[in-house]
């Protein structure tokens, strides 16, 4: 990597963004913007942690991801997850139990790790684990959804514990969420944000961007319809071919440069949300920030991997540590040479080079 770029820098100035960010977005809620300060006070511990870490020679990433269950009741079109393999009807099992997620969650913290984002599957299916989460205020945990079983249930645990944000999956209008996600499933989703803004909850979409929905979805009118329902929060994740035939739909170079001056643009026109792009800009974080960089994966077997596009592993937490697999051989090849900074075209690097982080595993 560049040695005039400093990673630990970069990814502590984006955790604080988002923090001030979500303090700027909450003010106008007591109890939100006050988990929101505590939140903040954790944030620079753990930022400690990390810094100090780097000072010893170990780089610790503010992000991981959990993919808490392989189970789930859509099946949307082009889900990357099925598409390997990772995600599937039949639910739980041989998964990680609830206690083997409470020593990782423990670790992460340790670790000074400062949001776990929690995925699938469908993650609420798994009521154990998300009790877990709930018991690690100084974490915070976005929980991604397909939003179909947020009920009075898990709005109580959300008002009682508000270091669990549901982030719930939207394509655009219903034409283009149903399309992927099935026929009905907007209008469930419109009905879980409203009854989390009924209850004054705070939650944020996850818009996956294709070359089909970049418009709409960066539009002043959707954007509009999603914070009138309290939306406080947009992750864009760029969409990730899972398929050669489907290549189509990711960006174009041209169309990335778009998002992110959208992005930029949104930013300043609804400063009552909080915008994340995924990955947004590599070239301004000196490459992809997957493998332990800015974030790792932990599949719902154990397996760590670099990403959840790049189901690759050579190393499992039920073996060993959080920390031992942060140095598994598969992350130190891949964040020690160029791989990572490689030109590339659509939102995923690791998944046009599939074929060599294959070998790396063979090696």
Known sequence: MDSTFDIQSYMTKGVEKIVSDALRATMHNPRESAYMLKFASAGKKASKKRAEAEKNGEHIPPFLISSITSGCNLHCAGCYSRSNGATNDCGPKDQ????????????????GVSFILLAGGEPL??????KEAAAKPDIMFPIFTNGTFIGEKYMELFDKHRNLVPVISIEGDREKT???????????????????????????????VTSENLAEVTSDSFL???????????????????????????????????????????????????FVSFPG?????????????????????????????SPYSDVNVRDTSLRDALHSKLFYELTAG???KDDHKGGCVLFEKRELVESILQG
């Open 96 to 111: 990680l139990s609830a206690a083997e997620w409470r020593r990782i969650f423990d670790e992460a913290q340790e670790l």
């Open 125 to 130: 299916l798994r009521w154990d684990v998300i």
């Open 178 to 208: 149903d399309s992927r996600r099935g026929d009905g499933v907007y209008d469930k989703l419109i009905t879980a944000m409203d009854g989390l803004h009924g209850k004054d909850l705070i939650f944020g979409t996850s818009v996956t």
């Open 224 to 274: 509009t319809s999603l914070s009138d329902r309290g939306c406080k929060l947009v992750i864009y994740v760029e969409y990730v071919p899972v398929t050669d035939e489907s290549t189509e739909l990711a960006l174009s170079d041209e169309q990335r440069e778009r998002l992110l001056k959208e992005v930029g643009r949104v930013r300043e026109v609804f400063q009552e949300m909080v």
């Open 281 to 309: 800009d590599e070239k301004s974080s000196g490459g992809c920030i997957a493998a332990g960089r800015g974030f790792f994966h932990i599949n719902s077997h154990g397996g760590a991997e670099p990403c959840p596009f």
């Open 338 to 340: 160029d791989i990572l």
